[in-house]
Structure formats: structure tokens, C-alpha cells
T-cell receptor, first 113, second 112 residues
Framework: AQSVAQPEDQVNVAEGNPLTVKCTYS??????LFWYVQYPNRGLQFLLK??????LVKGSYGFEAEFNKSQTSFHLKKPSALVSDSALYFC???????????FGTGTRLLVSP | DAMVIQNPRYQVTQFGKPVTLSCSQT?????MYWYQQKSSQAPKLLFH???????NEADTPDNFQSRRPNTSFCFLDIRSPGLGDAAMYLC???????????FGSGTRLTVV
């Protein structure tokens, strides 16, 4: 079974500083990994995905993620955080049997001015 | 813009009174999903349709049903809502063989 883990419930960072939101995965076969962001009372917005190819994936709003096979990680990063980046972030993997997404428990990012 | 639309955004229903949430899509995707998300927890898949083929998750309560009358629409029926069913319900679509998923804005259900 596919699973992803987000070890941090919350990440605090000052505006302008780099941010990292961690995700590790456990999948059989090739991993298909995603990051989504959720603002209060809203749906999930797609940020980026890793299917194959370059280990560094660039996505929306200046976010990027690094796929590391040896560490089974897919951490989300941004060089310079904005207060508006404060939200709930979910890492997800696609189940190889069906197309369903399996989500991590989420990490709340708080960016202080 | 092609999108996934959920109506209503907020729904209040009485304990035990049947309620239906709706989802429509203009993407013409063949797979549609319903997720339940409780208070900032991870979204949990309830069921999905591949075209008209219905796939129920093993732990989805019988209280939850779904209908997909055509490619564009999918409904979530909660036959007898309990207080524990209060949650955000998210609809999503994808095209089989593709790796993109599109989510709607969600319907927040309150049970009183």
C-alpha cells in the first residue's frame, strides 16, 4: 500500500526566509508524488508533482520540491517565504492500483511578518 | 476555464435529514472522486467512479451513497447525517492514465 508521512504538524518561518515542508513516502514501484495547498474553507490547490525525470520539480507560486530516492523523501521548498504562503500543505501519492490519491496528515505553515 | 464546481459551498442540515451534495465538471474527465475531510485532517477517500463503474472504499459507511448520472455530474447522498458527518466534502476529477487531479472548492457540511 502507498503511504506518505508528514512528520511536522506545523512549520514556522519568518517572511523572507527559506521554507521546507517535509514529506517521506513508502510506495511499491515508481512513486507518483504531489503537493497540494489548502486555504481555510477552500478546496485543494495543486502545487506540483513528480512522475519521472528531474529530481527537482518546479511548481506554482515559486514552490519547488526535491525528489530523493535514497531518502524516500519529497520535501517542499521555497527560497523566500511570504505571509500569504501561510496555509495547510498536503503531500500525496497516487495508488498504483487505482488512480486515487493518498494524503499525508498535513503540515500547517505559518509565515510571520 | 475548465473546472470542478461544488454546490453549495456551505450546507447546514438537520440530524437525520437526508442531504445531497453536488459536483459538476467541465473537464470531461472519466474519473470522479468524493473525499471527506474533517477539521484540517487529511482528506479521506469515500468512493470514486471510473466512468459509471462505482468503487466504494472498504471503510466508507453505508450512510454514504453516490450517483453519477452522466460524465459531468456526481452526487453525494448522506441518508441520515449524524454529528460525526460534519466535515468538508471535496470532489475531484482525473483522466485515467493521466497524472493530474483537479479539486473543487469543497462543500462544508454542518449537522445541527
Amino acid at each position: 500500500a502507498q503511504s506518505v508521512a508528514q512528520p511536522e504538524d506545523q512549520v514556522n518561518v519568518a517572511e523572507g526566509n527559506p521554507l521546507t515542508v517535509k514529506c517521506t513516502y513508502s510506495v511499491s514501484g515508481n512513486p507518483y508524488l504531489f503537493w497540494y495547498v489548502q486555504y481555510p474553507n477552500r478546496g485543494l490547490q495543486f502545487l506540483l508533482k513528480y512522475i519521472t525525470g528531474d529530481n527537482l520539480v518546479k511548481g506554482s507560486y515559486g514552490f519547488e520540491a526535491e525528489f530523493n530516492k535514497s531518502q524516500t523523501s519529497f520535501h517542499l521548498k521555497k527560497p523566500s517565504a511570504l505571509v500569504s504562503d501561510s496555509a495547510l500543505y498536503f503531500c500525496a501519492s497516487r495508488d498504483t492500483g487505482f488512480q486515487k490519491l493518498v494524503f499525508g496528515t498535513g503540515t500547517r505553515l505559518l509565515v510571520s511578518p | 476555464d475548465a473546472m470542478v464546481i461544488q454546490n453549495p459551498r456551505y450546507q447546514v442540515t438537520q440530524f437525520g435529514k437526508p442531504v445531497t451534495l453536488s459536483c459538476s465538471q467541465t473537464l470531461n474527465h472519466n474519473v470522479m472522486y468524493w473525499y471527506q475531510q474533517k477539521s484540517s485532517q487529511a482528506p479521506k477517500l469515500l468512493f470514486h467512479y471510473y466512468d459509471k463503474d462505482f468503487n466504494n472504499e472498504a471503510d466508507t459507511p453505508d450512510n454514504f451513497q453516490s450517483r453519477r448520472p452522466n460524465t459531468s455530474f456526481c452526487f453525494l447522498d448522506i441518508r441520515s447525517p449524524g454529528l460525526g458527518d460534519a466535515a468538508m466534502y471535496l470532489c475531484a476529477t482525473s483522466e485515467r492514465g493521466n497524472y493530474g487531479y483537479t479539486f473543487g472548492s469543497g462543500t462544508r457540511l454542518t449537522v445541527v
